[in-house]
């Protein structure tokens, strides 16, 4: 018998709430991903978030209310249950934080390269490139993605040498020109070099392909592959897949889990067509069925790239999108607003910060609540789990009947 209802994780990548306790540890003290994003704009238009407890969780995160101004009218009329969640994760990667949710914290450290040059072992470079037929490569340091194309993109093309580097997250990353390198050997080249960092204990692999001819015209296009470890614990992903349920990956979701528990795939990029991808699949998705999207563009564009501005624009573009969702949610269905991480704008360099993420479900039948500060991010997926009435996970505990 097929179970009933279904489920939309909207995952906002790198919208904290400020309040982790533990951030001091990560270097990330006073870190506010929303706070500091509505004092510099002087407020924020998000009505809809904002009918759905968002502000009302962000204060009890971070124990300062948001400068969020004065809301136009909601368009979104549900029910919602709204809090906070801490990462019990030993990372603030984008890994750890998709893992955790679905119930597979990351309980071990990550491998990590060095920040300056050379970030790689001589060793492991020789052996990407014997491998791959390389004459070397260009880059081998920390860099953001945008900045280091701009810088080396050019002799990238006038070499053939792909421009490889790291962040302060668990990662291997190669850039190449999509024409000039060509895509599918920028694949092979990042499977080869997935297979060679494994040792290092490394997350993920990272393919960033980019056109352009010239410095000042370089930009990344759409084909970002992420070559991921398996999750480390069976996540709620594969207990809906092994019932035989639908789970609905919308941008780099799939990448991240590696693929395991995905039944569809959904390539999009952009906020706008992540947007409407997830409202197609949420539209058409049968019953016992999870659609799952992150919305990289928080973290990607405006993050990392300490872009208040572009965030806050982004912010309340989200905010627009909601009353779509809500209005095709039949009787039954539920739907998530969350985090992996912060990535504060404002804060001192350009990495992840470790914060609270908001936990926000809401649909025709929740009954609303303050749900608190929820201990691990895997309470979100022990309640996707109890509302599909599935085994129990390892970790999190359910707040579905709070």
Partial sequence: ????????????????????????????????????????????????????????????????????????????????????????????????????????PVQFEWGYFKPDYPSFPEELIQKICAEAGLPGILGNKAASGTEIIEE?????????????????????????????????????????????VAPYNIARVIARPFEGEKKG????????HDYSVKP????????????????????????IYAKQGITKAVKASGLEELWNATLAEAAAAPDFSLVFTNFVDFDMAWGHRRDTEGYARGLEYFDTRLPELAAQMKEGDIAFITADHGCDP???GTDH???????????????????????????????????????????????LND
């Fill in 152 to 196: 080396l993109g050019e002799e990238h093309i006038q070499t053939g040498k792909p421009i490889c580097y790291t962040s302060a997250d668990s990662v291997f990353q190669i850039a190449a020109h999509e024409k000039h390198f060509g895509l599918d050997r920028l694949y092979k080249l990042c499977e080869i070099a997935f297979k060679h």
């Fill in 1 to 104: 018998m097929t179970k009933k209802g279904r489920t939309i994780i909207l995952m906002m990548d790198s919208f904290g709430l400020g309040g982790a306790e533990d951030a001091a540890k990560f270097g990330d003290a006073g870190a506010d991903t929303l706070g500091h994003i509505a004092a510099a704009r002087g407020g924020l238009k998000v009505p809809n978030l904002a009918a759905l407890g968002l502000l009302k969780a962000a204060e009890a995160s971070s124990g300062a209310a948001p400068q969020a101004g004065p809301q136009d009218g909601a368009k979104i009329n549900l029910p919602a249950k709204y809090g906070f969640m801490r990462e019990i994760s030993r990372g603030k990667d984008t890994s750890s934080g998709h893992w955790e949710m679905a119930g597979s």
């Fill in 346 to 348: 404002t804060y001192k």
């Fill in 232 to 255: 480390p614990m069976v996540t709620v992903l594969d207990e809906i897949k092994n019932a035989g349920g639908e789970v609905i990956s919308v941008g780099k979701i799939s990448d």
């Fill in 217 to 224: 015209e370089f930009k990344r296009t759409k084909n970002r």
């Fill in 353 to 399: 910060t470790r914060e609270h993420v908001p936990v926000i479900m809401f649909g025709p039948g929740v009954r609303p609540q303050f749900i608190g500060g929820r201990d691990t991010y895997a309470d979100l997926g022990q309640t996707v789990a109890d509302y599909f009435k599935l085994p129990p996970l390892a970790f999190g505990k359910s707040f």
